[in-house]
């Protein structure tokens, strides 16, 4: 069988080296339009800072390595002009020598992945200018890093703070350069409202963050942003987002998604059943919303390359689905999540629960206990997890991860509750941080406290009387609009015996919580707690640009 592979990087070249294992009769032949086969892209943003000092540890394989190794045919500045789906070849330009040829193919294997978008609107990228870059494979980074040298660059933007903006802004930092970070609205789309703040604040106290404000068009020295501020800059670096590879499949008269990218069935097979496609240039099967969706990210595009080889020689058993898990470094915080955010259960009309808290890692009294800011959102009728969202500069990854084997296997808040965990001071506390959600998350399931979640309230603090439980000086500092202050000694539950709704709320959430509990004892149903308090609501505030505070 002769299988033919469009795209050499990270799904491509994994198809390919686990054809060979499944197989020593197959003609394998891997095309890469780029210079090199099988790098390691997710590793690319920590070359910019010298964390990796030479270009070579990027690459994980070369055309002769893949021949002399696996006996597959891997041809680096190749790119796949056309599909002929009737006669089944390919025509392949040698971007060398310019010469275009045919190639057969038994099986069709697309993994040309996706590319950095830059939107039309931004003026003045119509034509090459030599200090504007995007991210996208090594050659891109050893041209940031000579430019930078040579011209001796201190001033960069970097445009977009998705997980590429993040990573290259961080990286960039490190060299002593002065680096802005342009986002038009908010860091991370995919991390919820009440927890992006703390990435931005994180941010902001190390580079320049620039909000609810975007480049309108790129001049040779200067950015014009649509506020109308104009910026000078030495680099710019373009990581708004990323589109689907998808051209080549759309001209062969392939299906291709609203989002851009080709339609694949449970077993990543095109509407042609001689083709397959794997990687960022398809959307994955998410078993919670039982949708398909975008999720670029390394993990799915390995998962997808093995199924498909063992697909095609007839051994592939489930169908690999995603509930999309992933993890951030952000300077000096930690970010997290796993399962569904707030905008993907409101987006499938999926009915939910939340609860935040803010936990320490380990023992506090420990000089290693860094605190964690932690989302859940589970079903309202039957507990079970959907989301699980975290950051902080405490250890987050270890408690997403936890949390992500769970939600694939449908457990719900009582699972966690009972998931052990290990203990020694250093890592954890007695009941970890993640047990101790559980146990909040299960009173608001089980109706035993009420909680209202910080995007509500704008629109429903009018239905409350809001009492802040803080001690005055607290509270003369800061506090939302209209609250009285009735600090935690001074609480009478026979002030509350009326027909109005209260909303209490605290520093961390901790007094609140006991206010309420306490108030309830007394037979009290009109009593409910603001999830997060100040703790998450002066983050949130900065974030969504509202006022609510004063």
């Excluded at 500045?77 to 010469?99: C, D, P």
């Excluded at 959102?377 to 405490?394: C, E, L, R, W």
């Excluded at 309230?457 to 803080?470: A, H, P, S």
């Excluded at 000694?489 to 015996?497: A, L, Q, V």
Aim: hydrophobic share 35%.
């Amino acid at each position: 069988m002769k299988i033919l592979i469009i795209g050499g990087v990270a799904a491509g070249a994994t198809c390919a080296t686990n054809l060979r294992k499944l197989s020593d009769e197959n003609e394998i032949i891997l095309i890469e339009k780029g210079r090199d086969t099988s790098f390691k892209n997710c590793e690319i943003p920590y070359y910019l800072s010298y964390m990796v000092e030479d270009k070579e540890d990027l690459i994980a394989r070369r055309p002769d390595e893949f021949k002399k190794k696996n006996n597959i045919d891997a041809r680096n500045f190749s790119e796949a002009v056309s599909i002929n789906r009737h006669e089944k070849y390919v025509e392949i330009k040698n971007l060398k020598t310019g010469k275009i040829y045919k190639e057969t193919y038994d099986k069709l294997i697309i993994a040309t992945g996706a590319s950095p978008f830059v939107p039309d609107s931004i003026k003045g990228l119509e034509k090459e200018r030599k200090n504007v870059f995007k991210v996208e494979n090594v050659v891109d980074v050893e041209n940031i890093r000579k430019y930078i040298k040579e011209n001796k660059a201190k001033k960069v933007i970097v445009n977009g703070a998705g997980f590429i903006g993040i990573e290259s802004a961080e990286n960039l930092n490190e060299l002593d350069l002065d680096v802005s970070l342009v986002v038009r609205s908010r860091v991370l789309g995919n991390i919820d409202e009440e927890l992006a703040g703390f990435v931005e604040e994180n941010i902001s106290d190390h580079i320049n963050l620039i909000k609810n404000d975007e480049i309108v068009e790129v001049k040779d020295e200067s950015l014009l942003l649509k506020s109308g501020k104009e910026i000078s800059y030495d680099l710019l670096i373009n990581a708004i987002g990323v589109k689907p590879n998808s051209k080549i499949a759309k001209d062969a008269g392939l299906k291709i998604t609203k989002s851009g990218a080709i339609e694949t069935d449970r077993n990543l097979l095109t509407n042609d059943p001689d083709i397959y496609a794997i990687g960022d240039v398809i959307e994955v099967y998410n078993p919670l919303t039982k949708t398909k969706g975008k999720l670029n990210l390394a993990w799915p595009a390995h998962r997808q390359a093995k199924f498909v080889a063992n697909h095609i020689m007839g051994k592939a058993k489930k169908s690999p689905s995603f509930i999309g898990s992933f993890a951030l470094r952000s300077f000096d915080m930690n970010v997290a999540a796993t399962g569904l955010s707030k905008k993907q259960l409101d987006a499938a009309k999926i009915p939910y629960k939340s609860t935040l808290i803010t936990h320490n890692d380990s023992v506090n009294i420990l000089p290693y206990s860094k605190p964690m800011n932690m989302k859940i959102s589970f079903d309202p009728y039957t507990g079970q997890i959907y989301g699980f969202q975290a950051v902080g500069k405490g250890d987050v990854v270890k408690r997403v991860d936890i949390v992500a084997g769970l939600i694939g296997m449908g457990a719900d808040i009582y699972d966690l509750y009972d998931t052990e965990i290990s203990y020694q001071p250093i890592y954890s506390t007695p009941e970890d941080s993640l047990n101790t959600l559980a146990s909040q998350a299960i009173d608001i399931f089980e109706g035993k406290i009420k909680n209202i979640e910080i995007p509500e309230l704008g629109e429903r603090k009018d239905e409350f009387i809001i009492v802040d439980v803080r001690e005055k000086e607290e509270f003369e500092k800061s506090h939302i609009k209209n609250a009285i202050n009735i600090p935690v000694g001074k609480i009478n539950p026979e002030d509350f015996k009326n027909k109005n709704k209260y909303l209490i709320y605290c520093r961390s959430g901790n007094r609140a919580k006991s206010v309420v509990k306490t108030l309830q004892k007394q037979g009290l149903e009109n009593i409910y707690y603001l999830e997060g308090s100040m703790n998450y609501l002066e983050k949130y505030q900065k974030t969504m640009g509202i006022e609510i505070l004063e």
